[in-house]
């Protein structure tokens, strides 16, 4: 899951002097320090400072938005089959979604 805007780091980039940024993985972007010959990662905590500035991106938005469907629906369809079947599948969904929504340092 994608859990930034490239616009939010480029910006970043640009306000500190980094150049020539690349993303390596979902959570891994390089770039070229000030005055520096080999490129490094961009520090964690500034990872984590223009998530909390900026909150989630369009991609994160879409999955909180299905994953809140699909557990209105569920609990709908459970309540009217009688059965806690698809509450339990939603249940599963939610728990595989808010863990990739986790930004963490790799």
């Known amino acids: ?6 616009e939010w780091i480029e910006d970043w980039c640009e306000q500190n002097g980094w150049t020539d940024l690349t993303r390596e993985s979902q ?29 989630f991106c369009s991609e994160e938005k879409l999955w909180l938005f299905s994953a809140i469907t699909i557990s209105l629906v569920s609990v709908f369809l459970s309540y009217w089959i009688k059965s806690p079947v698809p509450a339990l599948l939603a249940f599963a969904f939610d728990a595989f979604i808010f863990a990739n929504l986790e930004f963490e340092e790799f």
């Open 1 to 6: 899951m994608k859990h930034f805007k490239e």
């Open 27 to 55: 959570t891994s972007y390089w770039a070229f320090p000030p005055s520096a010959v080999m490129p490094e990662p961009i520090p964690f905590n500034v990872l984590q400072s223009i998530k909390n500035n900026n909150g």
